[in-house]
């Protein structure tokens, strides 16, 4: 049996569950400190919400899902860089990762929403798609399932993106698209920046 290595993928779901029990038990008064507000962050200076934001949840739905997804594909890709680079440094470029791709989708929806004083996001969504977006680079022919439908993750980013850019031009549902957005970009491009090679092994799946 193979052992799955992934301690700060397990920390960052125990940490998101514990803050997000605590703050919907009085979410009004949570939410108004630290809950991503685009228009006091630029206007206040609340600069902490881009951090704090992102682990506070709406609801119990939304915080299952984030972790499910931060489980499924944070603790493979985490595997996989202590596997070649050892337990601290590969713990250390999965947390970078995932910190790097919360504060990108975190900056795009401030950009996009600071004039809209009512816009408030939570959610660990962005810093979420960033790994999975560094697990495509890695893995993109694996399969995800995408509405139940499986299909290779080269694809479901592709429609991952595809979507987002729609919702957000459409301002649909209330989901935080830019931050999907955002923290797949923010993902994508630490995950080139910090493994060495990362780009031409993501090149060579489609030679």
């Given at each position: 049996m193979i052992e799955i290595k992934a301690p700060v993928t397990l920390v960052l779901i125990i940490v998101n569950i514990i803050i997000s029990l605590i703050t919907l038990r009085n979410k009004d008064k949570y939410f108004y400190e630290f809950a991503e507000w685009p228009y006091r962050i630029v206007y206040d200076r609340r600069i902490h919400q881009i951090i704090t934001?992102?682990?506070l949840h709406a609801d119990f739905y939304h915080l299952f899902f984030?972790?499910?997804a931060l489980y499924t594909f944070g603790s493979i890709?985490?595997?996989r860089f202590i596997y070649n680079f050892g337990e601290l440094d590969g713990s250390l470029y999965f947390a970078a990762i995932y910190f790097i791709s919360l504060v990108i989708g975190s900056l795009l929806t401030v950009f996009f929403n600071f004039k809209?004083?009512?816009y408030v996001a939570v959610g660990?969504?962005?810093?979420?798609s960033g790994i999975i977006f560094s697990f495509i680079i890695f893995y993109p022919k694996s399969t995800v399932g995408f509405f139940f439908i499986p299909m290779p993750a080269y694809v479901f980013a592709f429609l991952y993106i595809a979507i987002s850019i729609y919702g957000m031009k459409r301002n649909l549902g209330n989901i935080g698209?830019?931050?999907h957005i955002g923290g797949a970009l923010g993902g994508?491009?630490?995950t080139f920046l910090f493994i060495d090679g990362s780009f031409k092994l993501f090149l060579?799946?489609?030679k």
């Open positions: 934001s992102a682990f984030n972790m499910y890709l985490e595997n809209n004083p009512n660990a969504s962005g810093a979420v698209h830019e931050a994508i491009l630490s060579s799946y489609f």
